[in-house]
């Protein structure tokens, strides 16, 4: 099995028994394997070598902030999977790793033949993970899949922003995102069923599968309900009051959903009369004079400053808090004390990454490496298959690698 080189630091113990070749591209497969090289999985990034087309399969400059974030703690080789030979030292290297990941379109891995069928006939073991826009299969399975179209297929777009205000996508490209953390699950559980049968198995997810997931309660209001949801802006749709309200320097969040957080709050707004008023004294109620309600919070809201009502109504049990563009969010002494920023020196470069968000307490995860320059460690990983000097060089002089 290729092992990470002893210069090459792991990001954590917990997964460094696994090697993962790495074949993803843009955001929701790279997304994926973040998720093992972040837990100190020997990870081997896969890209075409330098002058080969490849048009922008990494979505953005190599240096550039989404590029460093998403392939931090891997190694780099190239190798060209449109030759024969390319495919042939990925099956090498297949009979030896636990992981392969892809987000292909569906059909070409097939077409290069290094689709689930061909490297696990080579290595019964290997764990396979495919990310598609829509499926391995089925009617739109040869469809391009980008973020923003699952977004809209996959209902968000039609739930998102103000009402009557017309679709909306959010701000990150979460089926992306979604898409790519549930692959990584998929390889978890595998991985783990793997040490019972001793076998592989192919894992599949999709963006559009992952952006139906995470309507999650708006999605079973359908399913059990019949009810289609709709536009709901900043207020919840079923809890009341609970949305964004506009301070005399800015706005915030109130939650105050369920009776006895409602009463706190107004007693916190300096409005014990609302806790007996018949239009606000059911969850119900509040639901129906939704309007009216939260016209009313506003009033007083407006009144003070963000920091007064966060802290008042915070100490008597109210959830609320501060909404912070992407500066305050990393300013906020709660932020700094978990530690999520994270950066990492190296040579001329001093680059904070956004870190991993679970804390093992034997294992954590640590920012050891920032993403290989193309190619950077090709020379290592074929030696570590065997190949001597001379035939790397022949395979460097003929772009196999």
Not at 251 to 261: E, K, L, P, T, V
Not at 335 to 358: E, F, K, S
Not at 366 to 384: F, M, N
């Amino acid at each position: 099995m290729p092992q990470a080189d002893a210069g090459m630091p792991r990001a954590s113990t917990a997964l460094s028994r696994f090697t993962v070749l790495d074949l993803t591209r843009v955001r929701s497969g790279p997304t994926c394997v973040r998720q093992l090289a972040d837990w100190g999985a020997n990870v081997i990034k896969i890209e075409m070598p330098e002058g080969l087309d490849q048009g922008d399969p990494m979505g953005g400059p190599r240096q550039g902030s989404d590029f460093q974030n998403l392939h931090r703690n891997k190694r780099g080789m190239t190798l060209n999977l449109k030759d024969k030979d390319g495919v042939a030292l990925l099956k090498k290297l297949a009979e030896k790793a636990d992981v392969v990941v892809e987000n292909f379109r569906p059909d070409v891995k097939t077409r290069l033949g290094i689709d689930y069928e061909a490297l696990s006939a080579v290595n019964p073991r290997l764990v396979y993970a495919s990310i598609s826009g829509f499926g391995q299969d089925g009617p739109y399975a040869g469809r391009p899949g980008f973020d923003q179209i699952a977004q809209g297929m996959g209902g968000l777009m039609s739930i998102t922003g103000l009402p009557g205000q017309g679709p909306v996508r959010v701000g990150i490209p979460i089926a992306d995102l979604c898409a790519g953390l549930f692959a990584a699950q998929g390889i978890f559980i595998a991985l783990l069923e793997r040490e019972v049968s001793g076998k592989g198995q192919w894992v599949q997810t999709s963006l559009l599968q992952a952006q139906i997931f995470m309507l999650d309660f708006q999605a079973s209001r359908w399913l059990m309900e019949g009810q289609v949801p709709k536009q709901a802006g900043n207020n919840h749709p079923t809890s009341i009051p609970t949305g964004v309200f506009q301070t005399s320097d800015g706005y915030m969040n109130i939650a105050a959903s369920g009776q006895r957080i409602w009463e706190r709050c107004a007693d916190g707004l300096g409005k014990p009369e609302w806790k007996t008023d018949p239009r606000f004294n059911s969850g119900a109620l509040r639901s129906e004079n939704r309007d009216t309600l939260n016209a009313m919070i506003e009033e007083v809201t407006r009144t003070n400053t963000t920091a007064h009502w966060v802290k008042s109504l915070n100490d008597l049990g109210v959830p609320c808090g501060p909404i912070n563009k992407v500066d305050e969010v990393f300013a906020d002494e709660q932020v700094q004390h978990l530690g999520i920023a994270q950066t990492l020196n190296g040579g001329d470069r001093n680059v904070a990454y956004v870190g991993q968000p679970i804390g093992l307490s034997r294992t954590p995860s640590r920012i050891v490496s920032h993403p290989p320059e193309i190619g950077e460690h090709t020379d290592a990983v074929l030696a570590e298959l065997g190949l001597d000097a001379a035939t790397i060089a022949d395979l460097h002089r003929r772009q196999v690698v």
